[in-house]
C-alpha cells in the first residue's frame, strides 16, 4: 500500500523560507519519479516540479529560481524547498508518486504578514 506523509507546512512572512518533507513507503522509491503540487483556494491544484529517479528536475515557470526539489533516496524522502515566499504561494502543497500516482494528504502553507 502506498503511503505519502507531507510534513513541514506552516506560517511564514513574504521573503521567507520553508522546507517540506514527503516521506514515501510501499513504492519502489529510488525508481519513482516524485512530484509537488499546490493547491490555492478557490483554484485546480497545479503541478510545482517532479524530481526523476536520476535526480533530474523540472519546474514550473512561476516558482523556478525560489523552489528547488531534492531526494533522499535513503530516508525515501523528497523535498521541497521553498525561498522567497510570496502570498500567492499560500496553498496546500501534495507530494504524488509521479504524475498520475497516488498523493499525499497534503500540508498547508500561508504567506502573510
Known amino acids: 500500500q502506498v503511503q505519502l506523509v507531507e510534513s513541514g507546512g506552516g506560517l511564514v512572512q513574504p521573503g521567507g523560507s520553508l522546507k517540506l518533507s514527503c516521506a514515501a513507503s510501499?513504492?519502489?522509491?529510488?525508481?519513482?519519479?516524485m512530484s509537488w503540487y499546490c493547491q490555492a483556494p478557490g483554484k485546480q491544484r497545479e503541478l510545482i516540479g517532479s524530481?526523476?529517479?536520476?535526480?533530474?528536475?523540472n519546474y514550473a515557470d512561476s516558482v523556478k529560481g525560489r523552489f528547488t526539489i531534492s531526494r533522499d533516496n535513503a530516508k525515501r524522502t523528497v523535498y521541497l524547498q521553498m525561498n522567497d515566499l510570496k502570498p500567492e504561494d499560500t496553498a496546500v502543497y501534495y507530494c504524488?508518486?509521479?504524475?498520475?500516482?497516488?498523493w499525499g494528504q497534503g500540508t498547508q502553507v500561508t504567506v502573510s504578514s
Open positions: 510501499g513504492i519502489d522509491f529510488s525508481l519513482t519519479t
Open positions: 504524488r508518486v509521479g504524475v498520475a500516482g497516488a
Open positions: 524530481i526523476r529517479y536520476s535526480g533530474g528536475t
